[in-house]
């Protein structure tokens, strides 16, 4: 396309949205002069002006990038649509048929069984396996069929199999195949795994602890104690009615409870509120540009938690190497709205009330 057939085709796109935003100035930019910007000022609502916006610019094969500049609007429109993939994934499947073969093998691992009698009783683990699974699978869901609902395209969640304890698995994650449209949906789509996560765990951790017994703590026995939070603290005291561990007693956990506490585990680390994490998605639509310093200050923080368990110092690195990007939505005019940022710190507590400062260690 030449320069002036460019130039038409931005001037004709800026009529076409005359009714939501005032364009003052048209440019054409990028190597191939493809690249259209226009300035002005927003007619209407800023979220319904994206909506119409990206709607007219769709037939002209162009995806709409609205920001905020020198006190104007920037619409900056790029050759490119965003498409969701189609087909099969047997990836995501094969990886999950994996992970639970993964998880059996570790559950029946953690009921004291050998290669041999994981082999003799597969489904040995199947408590802890199920329940654990459980809690990852509603993690996924929640992003996924909220991501759905918004309109947004994702693949299905890749789970990721390792047969070692005291899980089994890594987790899963859940690829993002189109931007998020703005800061209200990197919120919602953000906070809707670890809710939907939580929803099965702590149930599922009341009915494992009701299962489990209190008994005396043997120090140096080389046994394995699992980390406190606020919120598993609290849960232990409404079930038992006592501050655990103390005076030299504990809960040893059904593997029901003890997969219950690993979905809180999981859920805390994923809120933690720095680059593409979920708590990061989070901080992100509460502070926008800013959370690059938090998401500089979560490495640190995560270093110095190193000292306290080695564990912290891979999510240091993990932090460092992926965790300094945000990823920003199309439209980053639009804010949210009051009751959406009460909320989002709503999220940010629960981090706190989740967060423990050692995983697992010796007694």
Same mark, same amino acid.
């Given at each position: 396309?030449?320069?002036?057939?460019?130039l038409?085709?931005?001037?004709e796109?800026?009529a076409?949205?005359?009714?939501?935003?005032?364009?003052?100035?048209?440019?054409?930019?990028?190597?191939?002069g %493809?690249?259209?910007?226009?300035?002005?000022?927003?007619?209407?609502?800023?979220?319904?002006?994206?909506?119409?916006?990206?709607? %007219?610019?769709?037939?002209?094969?162009?995806?709409a990038?609205?920001?905020?500049?020198?006190?104007? *609007?920037?619409?900056?429109a790029?050759? %490119?649509? $965003?498409?969701?993939?189609?087909?099969?994934?047997?990836?995501?499947?094969?990886?999950f048929?994996?992970?639970?073969?993964?998880?059996l $093998?570790v559950? /029946?691992?953690?009921?004291?069984?050998?290669?041999?009698?994981?082999?003799?009783?597969?489904?040995?683990?199947?408590? $802890?396996?199920?329940?654990l699974?459980?809690?990852?699978?509603?993690h996924?869901?929640?992003?996924?069929?909220m991501?759905?609902?918004?309109?947004v395209?994702?693949?299905?969640p890749?789970?990721?199999?390792?047969?070692?304890?005291?899980?089994?698995?890594?987790?899963s994650v859940i690829?993002?195949?189109?931007? @998020?449209?703005n800061?209200?949906?990197?919120?919602?789509?953000?906070?809707?795994? #670890?809710?939907?996560?939580?929803?099965v765990a702590?149930?599922?951790?009341?009915?494992?602890?009701?299962?489990?017994? *209190?008994? #005396?703590?043997?120090?140096?026995s080389?046994?394995?104690?699992e980390?406190?939070?606020?919120?598993?603290?609290?849960?232990?005291?409404?079930?038992?009615g006592?501050?655990?561990?103390g005076?030299?007693?504990? *809960?040893?956990?059904?593997? @029901?409870?003890?997969?219950?506490?690993?979905?809180?585990?999981?859920?805390?680390l994923?809120?933690?509120?720095?680059?593409?994490l979920?708590?990061?998605?989070?901080?992100?639509?509460?502070? /926008?540009?800013?959370?690059?310093?938090?998401? %500089?200050?979560?490495?640190i923080?995560?270093?110095?938690?190193?000292?306290?368990?080695?564990?912290?110092?891979?999510?240091?690195l993990?932090?460092?190497?992926?965790?300094?990007?945000?990823?920003e939505?199309?439209?980053?005019?639009?804010?949210?709205?009051?009751?959406?940022?009460?909320?989002?710190?709503?999220?940010?507590?629960?981090? *706190?009330?989740?967060? @423990?400062?050692r $995983?697992?260690?010796?007694?």
């Amino acid at each position: 396309m030449t320069q002036q057939g460019s130039l038409d085709l931005a001037h004709e796109m800026a009529a076409a949205i005359a009714g939501v935003f005032a364009v003052e100035s048209v440019t054409t930019g990028g190597s191939d002069g %493809r690249l259209i910007r226009m300035q002005g000022q927003l007619v209407v609502d800023s979220q319904q002006a994206y909506e119409q916006i990206a709607a %007219r610019f769709k037939p002209y094969g162009y995806t709409a990038l609205m920001r905020k500049a020198n006190g104007q *609007v920037l619409i900056t429109a790029i050759p %490119r649509l $965003f498409a969701p993939r189609s087909g099969v994934d047997y990836a995501a499947i094969g990886l999950f048929v994996f992970t639970v073969l993964s998880v059996l $093998f570790v559950g /029946g691992l953690n009921e004291g069984l050998n290669l041999d009698g994981v082999l003799t009783h597969p489904l040995a683990g199947l408590p $802890f396996a199920a329940s654990l699974l459980a809690i990852l699978m509603a993690h996924e869901a929640g992003h996924y069929l909220m991501s759905r609902r918004m309109g947004v395209a994702v693949s299905l969640p890749y789970f990721i199999p390792l047969p070692l304890p005291p899980f089994g698995t890594m987790g899963s994650v859940i690829r993002m195949q189109a931007p @998020m449209r703005n800061r209200r949906q990197a919120l919602a789509i953000g906070a809707a795994g #670890p809710l939907a996560g939580l929803l099965v765990a702590i149930p599922l951790l009341i009915i494992g602890l009701s299962k489990s017994v *209190v008994a #005396p703590l043997v120090p140096g026995s080389g046994g394995l104690m699992e980390g406190n939070s606020l919120l598993y603290a609290a849960i232990k005291y409404l079930v038992f009615g006592r501050m655990l561990p103390g005076g030299g007693y504990d *809960v040893m956990l059904h593997p @029901m409870a003890f997969a219950a506490w690993g979905g809180l585990l999981v859920t805390m680390l994923n809120l933690i509120p720095a680059g593409q994490l979920d708590g990061g998605h989070v901080a992100y639509a509460l502070l /926008g540009e800013r959370t690059r310093w938090i998401n %500089r200050l979560a490495v640190i923080a995560t270093a110095a938690l190193g000292l306290v368990q080695q564990s912290w110092l891979i999510w240091a690195l993990l932090l460092l190497v992926l965790g300094q990007r945000s990823d920003e939505p199309l439209d980053e005019v639009t804010e949210l709205t009051m009751g959406q940022k009460a909320f989002a710190m709503g999220m940010l507590l629960l981090f *706190v009330l989740l967060f @423990m400062p050692r $995983f697992l260690y010796e007694i």
